[in-house]
Structures are given as structure tokens and as C-alpha cells.
């Protein structure tokens, strides 16, 4: 709509809209802001205040199946009746009267043409047109000429004239954007004018009418006063044919051609968050219904978000590149954001050039997730296995595993050994021999059974490796993964589909959305609290001092061999985000989880309107006091104590001694192999060595 600000209050004329649930009549209304924000909202004609206005949504993208086209289609009964009259008038007056072609229109221009000896006039019919824009090139030949009228014979055949000239109101050539053409006059009204065709005034309608003639020659951004002579003209032509009347079209010869002095970089500004709608109606949605054109589809997507997002990866990246003397624009990365309690997709960002329409990195890149897995490890320990809970000690000695005639040793990020750590400090200090040893004991098939659950529909390899995440997935997959564990365990399939209209107004079915608990909450809540405690002390800490107090949250970093692949995945109350960022030819970065995403990621919630993780313990949950060093129950004469969550049936039953300061076992203790030689083994079957607890 049209707005117009007076002080601290703006008076909105809002666009009428369909929603798939009712109808927004359009109506003046009067918002008045305090202190930045929206104080009252009124109707100016009734002075009725309102408590709630929804606005015309914004037009994010189009899709057109038949060619790599942009399109804002419109049906013959929508457009404004002067577009129709009026392009009849000047193009083809004899439209309904004619089969295809007009051969006095043809004689009358080639004698035309012959007296100047160069072409001066067309003697195309509007339905000749259609076809060259449609089905042929622009060659100049007889054949391709012969080729044109016989086809546009054929079309009137099949044809009635009104579909004839809905499709070419849809399909005429009207200017180039970039490396996209402007096609069909829908379009061409938002991109010169930046409204919808039916709010266009008497002389921009005559404008676009005059461009059908030649979008290039008459193009109103590079030659404005040519187009205001074409313009003219026609103006002219439909006085004389009685479409408009004299004086209506004296004013509009005398107004300003009205095109919008910014340019649209394309109908399509977003195309890495309008790929994963392709992806999803696909998905979600029968195939038969999807082929009507004129779909009306309603996203998740917020636009603030979406640009705010965009931004803050291309400036850290930058900053990254400069900072790693990285070659500039190799370095790249992605980003998700979706909402907690929906699982809806917000933004989602495919590389550091949002508007290139290629490869989109959130969805299509597959990348190992080094420590980003880690979450699933340890709430498979939880969930299948009743030797773990918080407090349970693990080796943190070096451990060597076997398959087949390889071997696998697997080390610290900072090649340390600690003797024992706890449960929850493997995974906030993201220490790699403790979950090996944590893994090996649940088993790979329970936890690759848990990555699925989460979400994971890609296929994972029964290696042992995954347990540090060498598994290749894209940001997408992360993200899902993630946004189950901000469920609380609950998995929603992430959408960016809230609901598609057919042509008339009527809401598409669905497949039905799963919805399922795929582990209990207190497990996932003994995890998003360990995940919290990364931000805090662990891997993550740097997000203590980056971001204010109140923006609590959890999540994970992850780093791959070779620092290839930078990770950070975590979520808010509200938002779930994650980001990768890497090069493209898989070349290191030298960057970490830390280092890396990280710092993308608290740029990102910084500027992120969003609540702070403050999870409520399910029922089942027990909060225990208990040793930080033994993880036994604390003993008030010694040790120090700290509160961990337990599940009420797996809990410490031993109280810590205070003779001795609590160790592994001597055989554990050291981590070596075990006193008689490891098996051989000529099958894939991992042998591990040195799995004490």
C-alpha cells in the first residue's frame, strides 16, 4: 500500500489480500509510535481502534516451470480493462476478427517498408507475437516467417482469443533485469513501478503498452524521453479509438513517466530460501496439484531475519579472510535459522552472494560435521544405556581401534590426556578419546539409530569415526538434527511452508506432518543442559563474553581434520541456528568451530530479536548435589560440589570417601592394550584397545 508520515504518526492505506484463511480488506489506518514502538492502531474512517492489522504479505519469488524465467502472472479477468483495450488498439485492432495473421496488415507494411527501404512498421498480429516470443527466435528469414503465421493459424485453431491473449499478457518481452528477462506485463509493472498492475495509472499502463513495440529502444530508465514520445502516442491511439477520453489522456501526457528510481536486482531477491520451497512442495505436496499455475504460497520466512542473516555471514567471512590471509572470496559459508516451537525456517542463507542463484551451500553443500554430532553420542548413551548419567567417569586415556588391517587412533584436539574426565565434561571440554570409549560402549547402532531420529535422513556409514563426526551432512541436516534437541526430543519435520491457495482462493492439502517424541526429555534435557555449559566453560565460552547476559542459549562447535570445515550449531528459547563456513575446494581454513562459525553465530544473535534458553526439568528429573572430580555422591568434608540433572532412576547410589582422591582402575588408568595381544581380525569389525572406564 501508500503511507504518509505526519510526526510520530504514519497514515497507511493498506492493500486488500486473500489469506489462506480469510480476507484483509484493504482500509486507511493511523499507527502512532512512542519510543520506537507501536502505541495505538486505529481505523481513520471510524476512528475505531484495532487491535490487530495484518498487511499484504511481501512478494518474495515466482516460479514458472516452463522456462528459467521469472513471472508475475495475472489472469485476463484481473488486469485493469485499459491494458487490453488499449494494447488491442495500438498492436492488433482487428485481434477478434483476425485467424492468426492479417494480411492487409501484412501488405500495408511490406509496401511501407519497401518506400523507405528499411523496415518502418510491423504487420505482426498480437497472436503472431505470442509465438516469436514463445516457440522461436529472433532470426530475420522467410522460414522462420512461414514458421511463425502458420503456427499462429494452429494456435487460433486450439484456442479461444481470450487464452490467446491471457498468455501473451503473461509471456511479452518488457525489458531486461541483469541476465533475466522481464517477461509478461505483471512483471514489468513491479519492476518499473514497483506495484501491481491494477494500481497503475492511465500513463504508466500506456507505457508498458508502447514498450511492447521494443523493451530495449524504449526502455524508460535509459532513454526517458523516448519512451515519453512512445507513450504519448499511444495515449493518443486510444483516445482516438475511444478507450480513454481526451481530457484523461491530456493528463496523463502530462505527468512524469512515474518508474520507480530504484532498480530491482531481481523478482527473486532470495533464491537460496525459494530453492528450499521448490524442495518442499515436492515434498509435502501431491504432484497433480501442484501444476495449476497461479499458486499462492505462504512461507515461514521473515524478511528482517532473512537480511540481517545475509549480512552478518558476508561481513564475518570478510573479516575471517582478512584475518587467515585467505585469498578473498575463498573463503564461504551457510546459515539456518528456524523457530523452536514450530520448526519453521526463518532464513536461510546459501553462501556470502545471497543473490546468486546457484549453488546453495545450506542445502546442497555435504560436509564432515566433526564435533557438531557429539550431542546425539552422548544422548545415545543416555537413552540406550543404563551405565551413563552425568556424573559417570570416563577414561580420557589414548585409545587405538582396529578395522580390519587399519588402525585408528584417535587424539585430542590438544593432544592431552587427562586421565578421567566426567560424563558431562567430555562433552562441554569436547574431548575425543572419552567419546569413543562412550560411544564403542552404547554402540554404533544405537547411535546412528539416534542421529536418525533426530533427524538425519542421510545414510551413515557403521564406522567408527562417525562417533567424531566424519559423517558428511549439509547445514540443513544439521539444523534438524539441532531443532530436535531444542524440542525438548520432540521431532517436527523443519518446513518453509505454512500453506499453498490454488487460483481460487482454495487452501491444498498436505501430507501429513510427523510428529513424534524420539527421546525422553529428561535425556535431552541432561544434554541441552551440558550444551549450555559449553557456552559457559567450554568450547564455546567466547560466547560469555560476546553476547549480554541474558542471551542464554546451548549448542555445539565442531571442526574437521585439517581445519577444513568450521561448525557452530546452538539455539535460543526461541531460535535454532546453524552455521558452516569453509572453502569450497575443501582446502584448510585454519579456522576452528571457535574461531570460526562461532563468532558468525554470535554476530547473528546479537542483532536476533529472540528469548533465552531457560528449559523447565521435565517430570523425572532429579537435581543432585555430587563430587566435580569422583562424580560420586558429595561428601560435605571433602571435595567440591556442583548440581547436575539426573533421571530419577539412574542416579549416584556412592557416596565419595574422603581417604584417597578417586582413579581409574590401574589397568584403565593407562590406557594401554590389554595384557594377551588384540585378536586378529580380517573382517571390517572394530577391536578396541584400551576401553577401561
Not at 499507527?31 to 499484504?56: C, M
Not at 479477468?77 to 483476425?98: F, M, S
Not at 560411544?439 to 544405537?446: A, C, N
Request: charged residues 25%; positive net charge; hydrophobic residues 35%.
Amino acid at each position: 500500500g501508500t503511507y504518509v508520515k505526519k510526526g510520530g504518526t504514519f497514515e497507511i492505506h493498506t492493500r486488500g489480500f486473500k489469506f489462506a484463511s480469510d480476507l484483509e480488506e484493504e482500509r486507511l489506518i493511523r499507527v502512532t509510535l512512542r519510543k520506537g514502538r507501536v502505541s495505538s492502531i486505529a481505523n481513520v474512517d471510524n476512528a475505531t481502534p484495532l487491535s490487530l492489522v495484518r498487511l499484504e504479505p511481501i512478494l518474495i519469488g515466482n516460479f514458472y516451470p516452463h522456462h528459467n524465467e521469472d513471472r508475475v502472472l495475472v489472469r485476463l479477468d484481473e488486469v485493469p480493462p485499459l491494458l487490453t483495450e488499449g494494447l488491442i488498439a495500438v498492436e492488433d485492432k482487428n485481434y477478434y476478427n483476425h485467424m492468426g495473421i492479417n494480411p492487409t496488415s501484412i501488405m500495408r507494411a511490406l509496401l511501407a517498408n519497401m518506400r523507405e527501404g528499411r523496415k518502418v512498421q510491423g504487420g505482426s498480429t498480437l497472436t503472431q507475437q505470442l509465438v516469436k516470443n514463445y516457440f522461436l527466435t529472433n532470426e530475420q528469414s522467410y522460414k522462420r516467417k512461414i514458421n511463425e503465421a502458420t503456427m499462429s493459424i494452429l494456435l487460433e485453431l486450439h484456442y479461444s482469443k481470450d487464452q490467446l491473449l491471457n498468455a501473451y499478457l503473461n509471456e511479452i518481452y518488457l525489458g531486461q533485469n541483469g541476465k533475466r528477462g522481464v517477461h509478461g506485463f505483471g512483471l514489468a509493472s513491479q519492476f518499473y513501478f514497483e506495484r501491481p498492475l491494477k494500481e497503475l495509472s492511465n500513463g504508466q499502463v500506456a507505457l508498458l503498452i508502447g514498450m511492447a513495440k521494443g523493451a530495449s529502444y524504449y526502455n524508460p530508465r535509459r532513454f526517458p524521453n523516448r519512451a515519453k514520445i512512445r507513450r504519448n502516442l499511444v495515449l493518443d491511439i486510444m483516445s482516438r479509438e475511444g478507450k480513454l477520453s481526451l481530457a484523461d489522456a491530456e493528463k496523463a501526457k502530462a505527468e512524469p513517466l512515474g518508474v520507480s528510481t530504484s532498480r530491482p536486482s531481481s523478482v527473486n531477491p532470495f533464491p537460496a530460501y525459494l530453492e528450499l520451497v521448490r524442495q518442499q512442495l515436492r515434498r509435502d505436496y501431491q504432484e497433480e496439484d501442484l501444476r495449476n499455475e497461479g499458486l499462492i504460497i505462504f512461507t515461514a520466512m521473515d524478511p528482517i531475519i532473512q537480511l540481517e542473516a545475509e549480512n552478518v555471514l558476508k561481513r564475518r567471512v570478510r573479516k575471517l579472510e582478512r584475518k587467515q590471509r585467505i585469498r578473498k572470496g575463498k573463503l564461504n559459508g551457510a546459515m539456518v535459522i528456524s523457530q523452536v516451537d514450530s520448526g519453521e525456517i526463518l532464513a536461510i542463507v546459501g553462501g556470502t552472494n545471497p543473490r546468486y542463484a546457484g549453488y546453495n551451500r545450506a542445502i546442497d553443500a555435504k560436509r564432515q560435521i566433526g564435533s557438531v554430532v557429539k550431542p546425539a553420542v552422548y544422548l545415545a548413551a543416555l537413552e540406550r544405556s543404563r551405565k551413563f548419567h552425568l556424573s559417570t567417569r570416563v577414561s580420557d586415556a589414548p585409545v587405538t581401534v582396529r578395522v580390519g588391517k587399519q588402525y585408528w587412533k584417535p587424539q585430542n584436539y590438544d593432544h592431552r590426556n587427562l586421565g578421567a574426565v566426567l560424563f558431562i565434561d567430555a562433552l562441554v571440554q569436547s574431548r575425543n578419546t572419552p567419546t569413543v570409549r562412550i560411544g564403542i560402549k552404547t554402540g554404533l547402532d544405537h547411535v546412528i539409530e539416534m542421529m536418525h531420529d533426530l533427524g538425519i535422513e542421510s545414510e551413515i556409514p557403521a564406522y567408527p569415526s562417525i562417533l567424531l563426526g566424519t559423517s558428511e551432512l549439509s547445514p540443513m541436516e544439521v539444523q534438524q538434527m539441532y531443532q530436535t534437541l531444542a524440542a525438548g526430543g520432540t521431532y517436527t519435520r523443519l518446513k518453509a511452508i505454512r500453506s499453498v491457495m490454488d487460483p481460487y482462493g482454495e487452501t491444498l492439502k498436505r501430507y501429513p506432518l510427523n510428529v513424534k517424541q524420539v527421546a525422553s526429555p529428561t535425556s535431552v534435557y541432561q544434554i541441552t543442559y551440558a550444551m549450555n555449559q559449553i557456552t559457559k566453560r567450554g568450547t564455546a565460552k567466547y560466547l560469555a563474553s560476546a553476547l549480554p547476559a541474558w542471551k542464554n542459549s546451548a549448542g555445539k562447535t565442531g571442526t574437521t581434520n585439517n581445519k577444513r570445515d568450521s561448525w557452530y550449531a546452538g539455539f535460543t528459547g526461541q531460535h535454532v541456528v546453524t552455521v558452516w563456513v569453509g572453502r569450497d575446494d575443501n582446502k584448510p581454513t585454519n579456522l576452528t568451530g571457535g574461531s570460526g562459525a562461532l563468532r558468525v553465530w554470535a554476530d547473528m544473535i546479537k542483532v536476533l530479536p529472540t528469548k533465552p534458553f531457560k528449559p523447565r526439568s521435565p517430570k523425572g528429573t532429579r537435581w543432585i548435589k555430587v563430587d566435580a572430580d569422583s562424580g560420586q555422591l558429595y561428601n560435605p568434608a571433602c571435595g567440591r560440589a556442583i548440581s547436575l540433572p539426573f533421571d530419577s532412576s539412574s542416579v549416584p547410589r556412592t557416596r565419595r570417601k574422603c581417604a584417597a582422591r578417586p582413579a581409574l582402575q590401574p589397568a584403565e588408568s593407562n590406557g594401554g592394550a590389554p595384557s594377551q595381544p588384540a585378536p586378529s581380525s580380517t573382517s571390517d569389525s572394530p577391536v578396541w584397545q584400551g576401553l577401561g572406564f
